[in-house]
């Protein structure tokens, strides 16, 4: 039974140029909580990530990604942003010419269906820029044009503040970022989270722990290993997994009984 | 008059009707030196370095005629011109331009020049025997767009079928801008423009020029010549809007010659064509002369456009900036060609060539060559070009945000061609273009 307010993901299995990069995923982040996905380079975090917005480079062999109840797969990325659905890119893209207000404005138009007037939006884009301790003059450069690695990691989660998603992805926001710049983000996000009085989910992608440990309130942390997700619990996994390391609970699993690694290059 | 004499059939003589009424004898002179240029000289080819990829096989001269007069002569308001005209004139109205010139095929259908202009002596003109526009036209027509440069210059010469002189005064500083509308409807016709402006000493002066046809004129075929004079002081800006159906054969060859201290900016902005020639060079014959060389193109379907400019510093400390965009869509393809060359004496030379392409298609080309020829030896010369792609992972990032992918290619192409017309120098028409490739960027 599909759950109608959540993001439910079911045996997605995703290839990349002819390789099969997700191997059936099972994931459910409701409206209303704040989910983690962790795991170690090359687990198909992002490859998720990429998929649940439509990039179009990955190819879909099997599975369904539910959004409220409604298989989303087939919706080009802008339909998926027009019913909830945000992507913090890992690496956000340089749009040049493009400057980062009116783009904000254009998006946020097109994204609601509403019409806003430029005064009006300009004020709130503000007040946004500033619970990311961004200076205004931001919204006029060019949309991630010559931004710093961090600059453009708070670009996305402005973004996000703007475009009053339902539903956010992040995907490893936090590489790339000095601790300082770490917990502002973090803080916005939970900021923006207790705002949404429970209309927003957010699942948090991470290859680290660090992030994690200011997010409030986290709700469950996942694990992702080869392509498929292989633990999931409360927020103290996160921690264990910080003094365990990846490897460790590889090795875990591969002891449990019923996990079978599937040799390299099988198919 | 048989049927021959109406096409341009390469024959020894010259079609009789682009003789007027009266035409002065060293007109008719020049008419016929330049149709033996036309005849001596072979059609382009694609073995010539400058037409590399022009390529001409579809081209035939025997598929156009001279264009004729439309049913009618002139009018004496806007109103009483036919409505397509109208409707590309709006929303200016006639009294918004120190001078208005409407041109329906060959033949001038409205002319006017405020009482302003008039009086302080600006003279805007059709080719005519009067004085003084007969003298100016002899001393100037074809000295800097010589006949045998190509076929397509030497049939403009031969042929030409409409003619504007311009003159500004000295210290005269004009406003309001002129402008010079061209209208073209009939189906395999030829129009052969000349224009000539003259700005004298310490003038001021914009004129417009706007092309225009059927958005489904199935063919037809133009080639145009301006010649522009900036003598010591004056500064002049010349916006050209081309806006031709998308069947026509182009060739435009613009030119400008700068004395000491001069200014000229072009300001161009081409959207139709089958294939066009642009062909922009501005000579800075005089110290102290500069020059800002702005052109924006937007192509779609099949066109070929091609750039071909010519930054010539002659004399010391002088500058010139110039900055061509084009956009591709679909198959489109375009070419930039363009050279600096500084003489030996030009010392001080400032000289800035930048050419960006964005194409939005796989299928579309952009080919740019800069070019230097550098004989001074205190200069500046930069030049760069860039071909880019708006690119699956732009597009991607856009859309989810939120944006259809049209409107994710619009803000791209508005971002890259809007800081160009931000530096044109007339509102009203600057509104235009940007509707022109709004147009022709989501109404695919």
């Known amino acids: 039974m599909a759950q109608t307010d959540a993001l439910e993901i079911r045996g997605l299995r ?12 099972d994931l459910v982040v409701p409206k209303g909580e704040i989910h983690a996905l962790m795991g170690p380079n090359g687990s198909g975090k992002s490859t998720l990530a990429q998929t649940l917005m439509g990039h179009p480079r990955y190819e879909v062999l099997e599975g369904q990604v539910l959004w409220k109840g409604e298989n989303i797969l087939e919706l080009s990325p802008d339909e998926r942003a027009k019913k909830g659905l945000f992507l913090a890119f890992q690496y956000p893209v340089e ?48 949309l991630n044009e010559g931004f710093s690695g961090g600059e453009k990691k708070r670009c996305e989660i402005l973004q996000m503040a703007v475009l009053e998603p339902e539903m956010v992805v992040m995907d490893e926001t936090d590489s790339g970022l ?25 699942l948090i992608i991470t290859h680290y722990q660090r992030i994690l440990r200011y997010i409030q309130p986290l709700h469950r942390v996942n694990v992702m290993m080869d392509g498929r997700v292989v633990l999931s619990d409360g927020p103290e996994l996160a921690e264990r997994l910080e003094e365990m390391g990846y490897d460790f609970l590889e090795k875990r699993l591969h002891e449990q009984a019923g996990f079978v690694k599937e040799p390299s290059g099988s198919d | 008059m048989s049927t021959v004499d109406q096409k341009l059939t390469i024959n020894d003589r010259l079609s009789p009707q682009v003789l007027k009424d009266g035409e002065p004898a060293w007109l008719t002179e020049l008419r016929q030196q330049a149709w033996e240029t036309f005849l001596r000289l072979p059609l382009p080819s694609t073995k010539e370095e400058d037409w590399r990829r022009f390529d001409l096989r579809g081209f035939r001269w025997e598929d156009y005629h001279l264009a004729t007069p439309p049913p009618y002569t002139v009018v004496s308001s ?37 009482e302003a202009a008039r009086a302080k002596g600006v003279l805007m003109d059709e080719l005519t025997t009067d004085q003084p526009t007969d003298i100016v036209w002899q001393s100037h027509l074809h000295a800097l ?67 225009a046809s059927p958005e489904n004129l199935p063919s037809g075929l133009h080639s145009s010549g301006l010649e522009l004079y900036a003598e010591p002081g004056a500064a002049v800006n010349i916006l050209c809007l081309e806006e031709w159906s998308k069947s026509l054969y182009d060739f435009q060859f613009l030119r400008g010659r700068l004395d000491q201290d001069a200014y000229l900016k072009w300001s161009l902005a081409n959207f139709g064509a089958r294939m066009k020639r642009l062909d922009v060079h501005s000579q800075l014959a005089g110290r102290g002369a500069s020059t800002d060389m702005l052109s924006l193109t937007i192509a779609d379907q099949n066109q070929h456009i ?52 964005l194409l939005l298609s796989s299928n579309a080309r952009a080919d740019s060559m800069p070019l230097l020829e550098i004989q001074a030896n205190e200069v500046r010369c930069t030049h760069g070009a860039t071909i880019s792609r708006l690119d699956e992972l732009q597009l ?49």
């Open chain 2, 306 to 357: 091609e750039h071909h400019t010519l930054q010539e510093h002659v004399k010391e400390n002088c500058k010139s900036d110039l900055l061509f965009k084009v956009v591709l869509l679909d198959r489109s393809s375009s070419v930039y060609r363009g050279m600096i060359r500084v003489h030996p004496k030009a010392q001080g030379t400032d000289a800035y060539q930048a050419n960006r392409n």
């Open chain 2, 145 to 211: 767009i010589r006949p045998d440069t190509s076929k397509f210059v030497a049939a403009h010469a031969a042929l030409m079928n409409a003619g504007v002189v311009v003159v500004i005064p000295p210290k005269l500083v004009l406003e309001k801008p002129l402008h010079l509308f061209f209208w073209l409807d009939e189906p395999g016709a030829a129009l052969f423009d000349h224009i000539l402006v003259i700005a004298r000493r310490d003038s001021q002066v914009t004129v417009v020029l706007h092309y």
């Open chain 1, 178 to 202: 000095d601790i300082d710049a770490v917990r502002i983000v973090a803080n916005a996000v939970n900021r923006i989270f207790a705002e949404s009085q429970g209309k927003m989910g957010v």
């Open chain 1, 14 to 25: 995703v290839a990349v140029d002819g390789k099969e990069i997700l191997k059936g995923v």
């Open chain 2, 78 to 114: 806007v109103q009483q011109l036919p409505d397509p005209i109208q409707s590309q004139l709006r929303p200016a109205d006639a009294d918004q331009w120190a001078g208005l010139m409407v041109f329906h095929g060959p033949r001038r259908v409205f002319s006017y020049l405020s």
């Open chain 2, 396 to 444: 991607f990032y856009l859309m989810s945000r939120g944006l259809p992918k049209r409107l994710a290619e619009k803000i791209v192409v508005d971002g890259f061609l809007q800081p160009v017309l931000d530096r044109f120098p007339v509102p009203i028409v600057s509104d235009k273009i940007r509707r022109l490739w709004e147009n022709k960027i989501s109404g695919r």
């Open chain 1, 95 to 142: 749009i040049p010419g493009v400057a980062l207000g009116n783009f904000l404005h254009i998006a946020y138009q097109a994204r609601t269906g509403q019409e806003v007037p430029v005064g009006r939006f300009h004020r709130q884009l503000v007040q946004k820029l500033k619970l990311l301790d961004m200076d205004p003059s931001f919204a006029n450069r060019n």
